[in-house]
Each structure stands twice: as C-alpha cells, then as structure tokens.
C-alpha cells in the first residue's frame, strides 16, 4: 500500500436488519467483504472495529428529540413520527444500536485520519446521506457522513469537500451545511424530475455565508459512463482545486448501475471503478491525500454492489484489481446460497468508461447540465463558467 488506509469494520453492522425485502439489505456489504477477501484486497488489513456513537456525537447533527424517537420506537411503534414507521424506514427492534453503530463507524474512519494513523480511511457500512436532522428518510436514521464531517470541524477542521455520487441527491448533508462555508457539498445524481427526493436543483447553491458552498449537478435519466464521467470532469476537478479542502469525503453510492432497480441511469462496473480511480485522484492532488470512504445506496444487492464496492476498496488500498478478474468459486457457492439470480463471472461488465471531456460545448446530453452547475456556482469561486480550463 502506497498510502496509508483503515478499514473500518464489524460484522455487528450486518445487524442493519430492515426486513428481508428491503431493499438496503445488508447481504450486499456481507458479499462484498467476501469477494473483497476472496480476491486478497483485504490481505493483511486488520480491521479497525468502531464502537456506537455516543449523544454527543449523534448531537452534532441530529436533534435529541429525534434520538429519543429512534431509540423508543421499537417498544411504542405507533405514532412516532420523525419519519419512522413508513415503507422506506420501517421500526425495527435494535434500529438505534445499529444506526449508532454505523455512525460510529464513520466517526472512527475520520479519527484515523485526524489522528494520523491513516492517510484514507473506508467505512463501507455508512454513506446513510438521506437522514435530516429531526427525521429518519430514505433508508437512513442517523445521517453518518454528516456525523462525521460535523466531528471533523469539532476537531479543528476548516475545510472539508463532500462528493456524493450516489444516483439520489446527497439532501442530507447538504441540508446540514447548507449554510456553512466550511464544507463544499457536491452531488451529482438522477435529475430531481425524475427521481426521489426530487430536491438537488443546480439553483442550490447554499445560503448565506454558505452561498456557493452547495453543488449539484442533475443528471438526465439513460446518462452512461461517458455521460457521468464527463460531467464529473466538468464541474468536480475545478471546484475542489479552489477549495483545496484538508479532508476528501465522498458517498459512493453503486446505485447509478444500469440493472439497479430505484432509478435510471446506466452506468457499468468498469464506470464506477474509474470514477474511484478519479476521486482518488482528486483526494492526492487537492486534499493532500486525505480521503475518507463511505458507501451508500445500491440495491442490485449480488450483481452489482459486491463488485463495485470491491472495486473501490482496492481503488482506497491501492491494490486495484484488473477489470477482467475471474470471480472466485468460492464467492460464487456462497451467492448461490442468498439468492437464485445469474452470478457474474468477472469483475467487468465488458464496457468502455471511456469519455470526451467538457470543452464549452454542447455535444452531448449532459451538457446542458454540466453548464447550468458552472454557472450557478463557478462565479462565487472565481471561476469562469464558460471556460474549460477553469
């Protein structure tokens, strides 16, 4: 390893139980730690285990009236509000402790770096960005990035850049710093007409002190690899070069896959593995190396997830796999036993993520987009939104 990286792990958050139907069914992290292990990305990695964030973590972010709720809804699941008890975030007994515990991972990620024992730091479980302050959302409780920047500012930390690049707008924490100029929020996602929670518009830009500190840039449904990766090349480079943030944090979310269920986009594996390839980059050349490594959303939980996610480990430890690996047996027999879909054979999906940079015009679908983002926001950087080269 050329630099150096924490994992972050217990088998306590596969206790993240929702319902066997739910889509965020954690067999996907348990699949990915497998194939992870199967393929020697972990060899050697002695996992750091985290302990549950306590109140005063938990404070930062969330309100104690809604902690209160999350850990009393179990035994009194009627009425409780604060967006519990619904389709997307059903009560369920222990629905605290593994929330507490998955912030906690994030928590313990971030002390690695801050602490030095770590240039990166990976938290596979966490990337929960949806959750607000008073209440539980789209599959998240306890909203874990913003927990664990909101520490890292608490620690002294005076910029902090946060790239989400799950399909669904990263809401969460761009509520929570939506005022705070110490954190840039960038999000590029399915455009909010087309997909839940509908919010992401690039005309948000952050407000007072925090005015230009929001991103977002709204993707078309159908956009594929060139697309994204076009996008992100676009808007993503120029931004985090003028904040030169101390700590990269990014919500890596495999939901933007062609065969997930929840949306629209058509990216493939090899498309996630280069946009790893890129943030990781992004963190060595504007953040002095500091990359702190969530997970996220992705719901195509044996095909997909396991892959990419394995993908991006090996892309943190930089023990990047070749795209056209051969999936191990072993991996295979234990798919076969959670569920009866085809199993890939490889780590690739025979794609090319190959794509033509942004250069002011507009030739492509996304373009429109990556333009809107620019001018919404470049200006308040001291950028020129019609400028490729800014």
């Known amino acids: 390893m050329s630099a150096r990286t924490s994992v972050v792990w217990t088998p306590e958050f596969l206790t993240y139980q929702l319902s066997d139907d739910h889509p965020l069914n954690p067999v996907r992290l348990e699949l990915m730690m497998e194939l992870s292990r199967g393929l020697g990305v972990l060899d050697g990695v002695d996992p750091v285990v985290p302990e549950p964030a306590g109140e005063v973590d938990l404070t930062r972010v969330h309100t104690p009236g809604f902690q209160t709720a999350v ?81 890292l500012l608490e620690q002294g930390y005076e910029r902090i850049a946060y790239v989400d690049v799950d399909v669904h707008h990263g809401d969460g924490v761009q509520d929570c710093f939506y005022d705070d100029p110490r954190v840039l929020t960038i999000s590029l996602h399915q455009h909010p007409l087309t997909l839940w929670p509908g919010t992401g518009w690039a005309g948000e830009i952050g407000r007072g002190a925090g005015e230009g500190y929001a991103v977002n840039v709204s993707l078309p449904p159908g956009t594929g690899d060139a697309g994204w990766l076009r996008a992100f090349h676009g808007v993503v480079p120029s931004l985090l070069e003028s904040f030169r943030p101390q700590v990269l944090v990014t919500e890596c979310g495999a939901d933007t896959h062609s065969e997930d269920p929840l949306a629209n986009l058509e990216l493939s594996v090899d498309g996630h593995r280069a946009i790893y390839h890129a943030l990781r980059e992004m963190a060595e050349t504007t953040a002095g190396g500091k990359w702190l490594v969530l997970g996220g959303g992705g719901y195509a939980l044996y095909r997909v997830v396991p892959r990419s996610w394995t993908h991006l480990m090996a892309v943190a430890l930089d023990r990047d796999l070749d795209p056209d690996t051969s999936i191990p047996a072993d991996w295979t027999a234990l798919a076969a036993t959670r569920t009866r879909s085809p199993l890939p054979v490889s780590m690739s999906d025979g794609a090319d993520p190959a794509f033509e940079r942004w250069g002011g015009s507009f030739g492509e679908r996304v373009d429109s987009a990556i333009l809107e983002t620019r001018r919404a926001v470049f200006p308040l950087h001291g950028l020129d939104p019609d400028d490729p080269r800014d």
């Open 71 to 151: 850990k009393s809804a179990p035994e009194a699941p009627f009425g409780v509000g604060h967006g519990l008890g619904t389709a997307d975030n059903p009560i369920f007994f222990g629905m605290h402790e593994a929330s507490a515990l998955i912030a906690g991972g994030s928590v313990a990620a971030a002390r690695e770096i801050a602490e030095g024992r770590a240039d990166r730091a990976v938290n596979m479980a966490g990337g929960l960005h949806h959750a607000m302050r008073d209440r539980a959302a789209g599959f998240c409780v306890y909203n874990d990035c913003s927990v664990a920047i909101a520490w």
